[in-house]
C-alpha cells in the first residue's frame, strides 16, 4: 500500500476475512452527547430600600479586584451615606466554595456585591458565588465582572438555574488600573448595557428578579 494512500474498510476487510466482507458494521457515536439537568433555582425576596442596611462587598481575590470594590464602597460613602458597607475576601482561592463566609454574611448582612469576574475562570467563578448566596443562603446578591466576560457570564447562571442571576459589566481591565480610573468605571456606564453602572447594582438589590 503506498504511503499517504488509504482503502476504505469495505475495500480492505476482504484481504483479511473474504469471508466476512459482507457483513461489515461499524458503530458510529454521536459526538453531540445530551445536555445536562437544570434545577431551576430562586432568588431572595429583593429589599424594599437600601437605607439602613449592611451590604458586603466580597473580593473574589483575584488580582485587583478588592481594589474596584473600594470604589463602589466610596461610592455609598459619597451617594448613599445611610448604608453601611463591608469589604470581606474570601477566605481562599475564588474557585472553592465559602460557607463560612457565606453564613457570615447572612447573619449579619442584609445585600451582597461580589467581584470582579474579569477572567476565564474568576468570571464563572464569581457568577457561581452569587447565586449560591443569593439562593441558598437567602442574601439579595449582584455580581460585577467585565465587560469580555458576558457571554460566559449567561451560560453559567443559565446552567446553574437562575438566567436572570443579576450582573453588572465594567470595562476591562480592572487589574493595575489607578483609583481614579477605577471610579470612573463606577461613576460610568455599563458596556453592556449603556446604564449607569451603580444605578444597576441598586436596582439588582431592590428590583425583583424577572422569571425569564
Known amino acids: 500500500m503506498r504511503r499517504g494512500f488509504r482503502l476504505r474498510p469495505k475495500e480492505w476487510l476482504h484481504m483479511i476475512a473474504p469471508d466476512r466482507a459482507s457483513d461489515l458494521k461499524i458503530t458510529v457515536l454521536n459526538p453531540m452527547g445530551y445536555p445536562p439537568e437544570i434545577t431551576r433555582k430562586s432568588a431572595a425576596p429583593r429589599l424594599e430600600s437600601l437605607d439602613g442596611k449592611t451590604i458586603y462587598l466580597v473580593d473574589a481575590r483575584f488580582d485587583d479586584s478588592i481594589e474596584l470594590l473600594k470604589q463602589v464602597q466610596a461610592w455609598f460613602a459619597d451617594h448613599m451615606a445611610g448604608v453601611t458597607t463591608k469589604i470581606v475576601s474570601m477566605s481562599a482561592y475564588y474557585g472553592h466554595d465559602d460557607p463560612v463566609t457565606w453564613e457570615e454574611i447572612k447573619a449579619n448582612g442584609d445585600a451582597a456585591i461580589v467581584g470582579v469576574g474579569h477572567c476565564s ?3 464563572p467563578a464569581v457568577a457561581t458565588h452569587a447565586i449560591t448566596i443569593d439562593t441558598k443562603y437567602g442574601v439579595p446578591t449582584v455580581a ?12 453559567v447562571t443559565r446552567m446553574a438555574g437562575l438566567p ?3 450582573t453588572v459589566f465594567v470595562p476591562q481591565p480592572v487589574m493595575g488600573k489607578t483609583a481614579a480610573e477605577l471610579r470612573a468605571y463606577v461613576d460610568g456606564n455599563d458596556p453592556i448595557t ?4 451603580m444605578l444597576e447594582i441598586v436596582e439588582a438589590l431592590t ?3 424577572s422569571a425569564a
Open 121 to 123: 475562570t474568576c468570571a
Open 144 to 155: 460585577i465582572h467585565t465587560d469580555k466576560f458576558d457571554r460566559v457570564v449567561k451560560s
Open 164 to 166: 436572570s442571576a443579576p
Open 194 to 197: 449603556g446604564r449607569p453602572v
Open 207 to 209: 428590583t425583583a428578579l
